[in-house]
């Protein structure tokens, strides 16, 4: 009798309705854990990528020199992305507005709706994925459980018609029916940590996300308002800047 209890038997006395639960609870986990590994690797390459154009960026000697780089760059992280929109901004903003200080507020409105705009784009982008994460860590133990009352039902139903109710011919089929229930939770732990640590990850990265973007709209407006003011030279990037871009992005 001992041959006949156990996942594989269990599988065997199946109808249509528990194959179906089963596929999706595998399915669930499938897509999950494709989107953890995914998803994992992807932000552990953004941080490389971001800690190494920033270590770049803020050693330019000066803003046109920003501009020349950034120009044909094709970004490879958030922040170079971020930076080349304002840069290219503003010196398409310096070349229609040949130094107007009425024009130069319009100009700081449109580089404001750039950096946030570029902001907006990467938060979407960073949330893609955790929609189906965190369906299979809250329907999977109620799948789960579906499948392990359908399997107890057809149980019970064996169980009265063979004519034996003894506890060793109750506890197998009870037993395999509840192994629904631990697939189910199989596929949602994981789940609902990795969510919880993605959504993590995601708010600290764009909060240094907006810290990059305040420090730039700082500096491509100090650029403007030397512009306006007809200074001769266009003022180098601060030195005091990487110290602080750093601090914000230390993490990163």
Not at 54 to 72: C, G, K, M, V, Y
Not at 140 to 158: C, D, E, M, R, S
């Amino acid at each position: 009798m001992e041959q006949e209890l156990g996942f594989s038997h269990f599988l065997a006395q199946m109808d249509a309705v528990g194959v179906g639960v089963l596929i999706l609870l595998l399915s669930l986990s499938v897509v999950s854990w494709y989107l953890i590994i995914t998803k994992s690797f992807a932000n552990f390459i953004a941080r490389r990528r971001a800690k190494l154009f920033l270590s770049t960026f803020w050693r330019f000697d000066s803003l046109e020199t920003a501009h020349r780089e950034l120009r044909n760059l094709v970004p490879d992280t958030a922040f170079a992305n971020l930076a080349k929109l304002g840069v290219a901004s503003v010196a398409g903003a310096s070349l229609r507005n040949s130094g107007d200080p009425a024009a130069a507020g319009a100009s700081s409105e449109y580089l404001i709706r750039t950096l946030r705009n570029g902001i907006n784009q990467e938060a979407a982008r960073v949330e893609g994925g955790l929609t189906l994460i965190a369906t299979a860590g809250s329907a999977a133990p109620y799948i789960g459980l579906f499948g392990t009352v359908w399997g107890i039902y057809h149980a019970l139903i064996q169980i009265g018609l063979s004519g034996q109710s003894t506890l060793d011919k109750v506890a197998g089929p009870v037993g395999e029916a509840l192994i629904m229930t631990a697939l189910g939770l199989a596929v949602a732990i994981p789940a609902v940590l990795s969510y919880n640590a993605f959504v993590r990850q995601n708010r600290i990265w764009l909060t240094r996300l907006e810290a990059f973007s305040h420090d730039l709209f700082a500096l491509l407006t100090l650029r403007e308002s030397a512009h306006s003011q007809h200074t001769p030279r266009s003022p180098a990037i601060p030195e005091t800047m990487p110290a602080e871009i750093r601090r914000n992005a230390g993490g990163c």
